[in-house]
């Protein structure tokens, strides 16, 4: 999974001052040819896998450690360290072959008691690491049947287990590096690159991993750098200073796309960007008020304004690149008489006022969205909050927010496993009430939840995509969000480098890269 709720974090740089600060300590690598620089917008947030569930740090992290699957360019579930495997009639017994012969970068083997360490650190609820929620809510018992056979027993069916085990938090780490607690700064893992040095603050460095048990990497280094300087971004590429840029500010896409000396690569879009509203605080606990809202907003134009028609309108809280997207789902389209309508109706003809809690990189959004809405008599106050202030009222719970005034957040999500269960029980399952999960506004509907249970354990992909088309409905309909679009994923290179691809959700992965 891959949240983008919280992009915040990243140093923050300006103008050519900033980017010879974030260049500096290139050194006599700025001209040599067997080393990438990929400047992305913000720093990792720590170098084990299992503590982090943030895009740009996953794409740092997957070039120096693997799972027991991955994903391919096309997207299929390939073997990495399992070589093979196969589940029981239940569907909720998977048994995995593992890859012999295997080490981790400190020399030490990735064996079955490896493998069972790794996931253990996930189901001991004390070890409170960021990403361990997804896994205690599937796992039942990891246990070996052997030397180089692991069985994973579920707490129920689970038809995405396999992608479940691709993403970077289900990694495999050295047990000597987790019982050392060395893991948060200095990454062990198993891949075809190993950590040569984490500047905190500045930079991570990666180089090739000469005793790689697969094909060997093709380039000598990585350095990772970041800024959330839009215009940094766009310069470094532009000079060469950075060879891949990451996310790509839409902005600077069509020019990008129409220089010789660059590259625009574009991937399918999996993130949602909406407005989650407050569904147990007045007037959103009216569903003629949240649809009112729905219909005063101007998607195409969101879309035309923010990402320069890099992206599209959202109809559902699926997007297309998700198992379970069904593209009929209409929405919601601009109806500004409507929604005019739908608030008298509520006894509202006057208009309504509502607060929205915003992090910096959102508030345009917002802007935009006060301005469309005013149209319908709505008025949007803007409550600008530095990351940590936002993340404790985003995810503050029904009182909290009550008493701060917080009518709606504006976030997004992206998962990492590209199912919808991993999309939709987070953000609107009752029990997924913030604090606890994701559901910000305690949203909550009953025959809903019915529909994500029978949908996240059946083993019946026909019938789970029936289920899901029905689900979307429903939230569509009770409008729990004001769904606002799908940007695409956008990454720029300089021409000279190829074999780097997004994968969706915006992950860049440069294991294959080279530059010429």
């Not at 069916?157 to 000597?176: E, Q």
Request: hydrophobic content about 45%; proline content about 6%; glycine content about 8%.
């Amino acid at each position: 999974m891959t949240i983008l709720i919280d992009r915040r974090g990243a140093l923050a740089l300006g103008g050519a001052v900033g980017l010879a600060a974030l260049l500096k300590g290139r050194g006599a690598f700025a001209a040599d040819a067997s080393q990438i620089v990929i400047m992305q917008s913000e720093a990792p947030r720590s170098m084990d896998p299992a503590d982090q569930t943030a895009t740009y740090t996953s794409a740092i992290l997957e070039p120096m450690y693997e799972g027991l699957t991955g994903y391919n360019e096309k997207m299929e579930i390939v073997p990495v360290l399992a070589t093979k495997w196969e589940t029981d009639a239940t569907g909720t017994v998977w048994t995995f072959t593992l890859r012999p012969g295997v080490k981790f970068h400190d020399g030490e083997p990735c064996n079955a008691d490896a493998v069972i360490a790794s996931f253990a650190r996930h189901m001991d609820e004390k070890r409170g690491l960021a990403a361990s929620g997804r896994f205690r809510a599937i796992l039942a018992e990891v246990k070996a049947a052997d030397a180089d056979t692991i069985r994973f027993t579920l707490k129920r069916p689970y038809p995405a287990f396999l992608k479940l085990m691709a993403v970077a938090s289900a990694s495999i780490v050295s047990p000597k590096a987790d019982k050392a607690g060395t893991l948060g700064r200095a990454a062990v893992g198993t891949g075809p690159y190993k950590l040569a040095e984490y500047k905190s603050g500045e930079y991570v460095l990666s180089e090739a991993n000469a005793d790689y048990w697969g094909d060997k990497a093709p380039t000598k280094t990585l350095k990772w750098i970041w800024t959330q300087e839009a215009a940094v971004m766009n310069m470094a590429v532009q000079t060469g200073d950075a060879d891949v840029v990451v996310p790509l500010p839409p902005v600077f896409a069509a020019p990008i796309k129409a220089n010789p000396e660059l590259t625009l690569i574009e991937g399918n879009p999996t993130a949602v960007f909406w407005v989650a509203l407050n569904c147990k605080l007045a007037p959103l606990d009216d569903v003629r008020v949240r649809q009112a809202l729905n219909l005063a907003t101007d998607r195409a134009g969101l879309v035309s304004n923010l990402l320069y028609g890099f992206g599209l309108p959202a109809t559902s809280p699926l997007s297309p690149a998700v198992f379970g997207y069904d593209p009929t789902v209409e929405g919601y389209g601009l109806d500004v008489a409507k929604a005019k309508a739908l608030l008298a109706e509520a006894g509202h003809a006057d208009g309504i006022t509502i607060n929205v809690a915003v992090q910096e990189p959102e508030a345009p959004i917002a802007e935009i969205l006060q301005g469309m809405w005013a149209a319908a008599g709505i008025t949007l106050n803007i409550q600008r909050m530095e990351s940590g202030v936002w993340t404790a009222a985003a995810f503050g719970t029904p009182e909290e927010k009550a008493a701060q005034g917080v009518h709606s957040v504006i976030a997004s999500w992206s998962t990492g496993t590209f199912d919808a269960d991993l999309q939709l029980k987070p953000l609107y399952y009752t029990d997924s009430w913030s604090p606890k999960s994701a559901n910000l506004g305690f949203y909550s509907n009953a025959e809903l939840d019915g529909i994500l249970d029978k949908a996240g354990s059946s083993t019946d992909s026909a019938e789970r995509k029936t289920l899901y088309a029905k689900a979307q409905r429903i939230i569509v309909q009770d409008a729990a969000h004001v769904l606002l679009y799908y940007p695409n994923d956008l990454a720029a290179a300089r021409a000279d480098v190829k074999g780097a691809w997004l994968q969706p959700g915006g992950e860049i992965i440069p294991e294959r890269a080279t530059k010429a």
